[in-house]
């Protein structure tokens, strides 16, 4: 293989991704006294942080003093059906009350209570007034905030798009990674003693979805091919409240900010619904819920005329709304010529979050290969079978921090042998390049990226959706693996410099990658729990509930393999009670017996 020149860059922490969690992570890993280089391919401030609007779920007990972080806590496992990674859980419902005023202290712009302090709003699934809001615009907020703080942070640098397509080994230890910068295809290296992750989730292999371009899996499948495990890839999150027209809005978030004001939902029939789905919790009912429960009443052609159902909020009143909700405001107009206070909205399902992710412990977000961190949703543990409404937003802030200072310590201590071998080097390079063939034409010759992005969305749209069963599973693996045969022969004409088509070559690999992960792990899950939902498997089975799915690579095979979660322990336990929502019965079946036994066996 020929090695071709490539631009080296060296520094003690290199953060792959600039949104909340890796602003956070890079301020931490700065303070730490380290050199850190922070990686992003779009632009500083473009996020898909921005889309997380309604709030940053925190138990500050500013309007409702019956909140606390165990309730918080006890909230978070039982809508995570307890699959949760529960040190993950009990450190981040500890510490996002500190983050919030953190990020309160560095200039952050809340709402406020009529004597000052930070307003909370309800959300889905938590047990009192929890969210922390700027608005409906708290992710742009936290953006904005994170970024101030971070270009006057001494030590780090912003590296605007560049594409990072490979983690650089040393040994079995991370030290680098490689990529090219999109604006001129010049590759280049990141000397360093260790990565961070922080590259967000993945939603552009599903056709309807809220994510942004970005949203490729480029972590996760970096992770992966280095051999780091992923963790219960199979929950993926369909938000409840999407766009559903016109066409070009498909898919775009309807904020759950607009239910916690109070926003009613109604299907074609002018039926509010969700008192029959879940009559306590209504439109207030976790996403899973209220996302299946939209999904049947379209399936029993009582959906509107778009294939959705009505989200109204006209009852609460043109000014309310316009303070509270200027964005929906704003964004059904622009998109839909919809006004909102006059009219009611149209929503339904659109993939927004993974609950799944790299594997990490809890404490320093330390992956399973020596020097790779990862945070925020590239991370898995926190959510377990299904995230609550604004956990996302504390999420990125506690576990940045977490990361970036863990992966600091590393990069000081068992980090500064920072070798590069040229030969992986060369054969990234070599991968890279085989899809151009430096022509104008070239494109026929081979394989289109788009085309290929088009069937995995529809496999995965139809297939590996919102509902699921074995027959559609294994459809889609099929198509996958068709797939990925035929994207070794992706062709693209034209040269390196601004080619959006070679970007989609990578792309389509990483999403590939992500999308295999995701179907073998919902096959292995035989029960419907959380987001997965198995119409061959509706009930939950016990000794599933007990265990995480964790992919791991074996060569050129990927194995997934159940994992035993490590029970609650006892001081912990008692919490669960906390919640409004807390039913013994209703515990997935079989945990309590089963972590019981579990802690016995091991004691």
Known sequence: MTLEPYDTLDCDVLVIGAGGAGMRAAIAAAEAGCSVAVVTKSLLGKAHTVMAEGGIAAGLANVDARDSWEVHFADTMLGGQLLNNWRMVELYAHEVIDRVYELERWGGLFDRTDDGRIMQRAFGAHSWKRLCHVGDRTG??????????????????????????????????????????????????????????????WGRMYRETSNSWEGTGDGAAMAYEAGAELLDMEFVQFHPTGMVWPPGARGILVTEAVRGEGGLLYNAEGKRFMLEYDPVKKELSSRDVVARSIY??????????????????????????????????????????VDITREPMEVGPTI????????????????????????????????????????????????G???????????RTRGTKRHIDERLVAAEQAALLRPLDGSDDGASAGENPYKLHEELQAAMQDDAGIGRSEESLQRALAAILELRERSMRMHVGGGRPLNPGWHTCRDVTNMLTISESIVRSAIERRESRGSQWRFDHLEQDAELGTVNM???????????????????PDRLRPLLQRSRFYDAAKLPKGYLTAAAARAGAAS
Not at 304 to 325: C, F, I, M, N, S
Not at 402 to 408: H, K, S, V
Not at 551 to 563: H, I, K, Q, Y
């Open 296 to 337: 049947e009443e379209v399936k029993a052609g009582r959906g509107t005329p778009h294939g959705g159902a009505y989200l109204d909020v006209r009852h609460l009143g043109a000014e309310q709304v316009r303070k509270k909700l200027p964005s929906m405001v704003e964004q059904f107009h622009a998109l839909a010529s």
């Open 550 to 568: 964790v992919t791991r690579r074996d060569g050129a095979t990927m194995r997934v393999e159940r994992v035993p979660i490590d029970p609650l």
């Open 140 to 201: 742009l907020e936290l953006i904005r905030t994170l970024q101030d703080k971070l270009v006057h942070t001494p030590r780090a640098e912003v590296h605007m798009e560049y594409a990072l397509t490979s983690l650089i080994k040393s040994g079995d230890r991370v030290c680098g990674a490689m990529g090219y910068r999109r604006s001129d295809g010049r590759f280049v290296a990141f000397r360093c003693g260790a990565v961070v992750l922080a590259s967000g989730g």
């Open 401 to 411: 921090k977490r990361t970036g200072e863990a992966a600091a310590e590393y990069a």
């Open 352 to 399: 927004h979050y993974t609950m799944g992710g790299v594997r990490v412990e809890a404490e320093t977000g330390a992956a399973t290969v020596p020097g790779l961190y990862a945070g925020g949703e590239v991370a898995g543990g926190l959510h377990g079978a299904n995230r609550l409404g604004g956990n996302s937003l504390g999420d990125i802030l506690v576990f």
